[in-house]
């Protein structure tokens, strides 16, 4: 099995805005140079993860994209599901009827069940914790400048 790239990008960009920019909006334009991630790919995964309320999007000069919950709070499966649906290996497909469909319509959903449940072990939150202990380097958080 293998993600599609809009969701490899979606899982990127969430873990971009909790690693990078874990208390202010993120640029699109940012998130795509820091994670060399097409902005075509970008704009329409935000579309799909804002609707499921995994971001949220801020108008305006200081706007951009946050994550709409707390990083321990999405899981990989949530992301994942936003832009692809429903997560499955295509067992109900096969026609339960046929013996040995019926047997690989059982497997094929104990694996699907399986995957989904290490996707949802691992949460945002996760991902930033991993990235500290192998020393990823960190955007600096950009303060304000004042000049008179």
Do not use: N, W
Not at 63 to 73: F, M, P, T, W
Not at 88 to 116: F, H, R
Not at 117 to 143: F, H, K
Request: neutral net charge.
């Amino acid at each position: 099995m293998k993600l599609s790239s809009k969701s490899r990008y979606a899982l990127q960009a969430v873990f971009d805005l909790a690693y990078h920019e874990p208390v202010r909006s993120a640029q699109i334009k940012g998130i795509c140079e820091r994670q060399l991630i097409p902005t075509r790919f970008l704009e329409q995964a935000f579309q799909d993860l804002k609707k499921a309320g995994i971001v949220r999007s801020k108008r305006g000069p200081r706007g951009g994209y946050q994550l709409a919950r707390e990083a321990a709070d999405i899981s990989l499966a949530d992301v994942v599901r936003a832009i692809e649906g429903p997560l499955s290996l295509g067992a109900g497909t096969l026609d339960p009827g046929a013996s040995s469909q019926a047997v690989l319509k059982d497997v094929l959903g104990e694996i699907t069940e399986q995957l989904e449940g290490c996707l949802e072990a691992v949460s945002v939150a996760d991902l930033c914790e991993r990235a500290r202990e192998m020393g990823v380097a960190r955007d600096p958080v950009a303060g304000y400048v004042y000049a008179i």
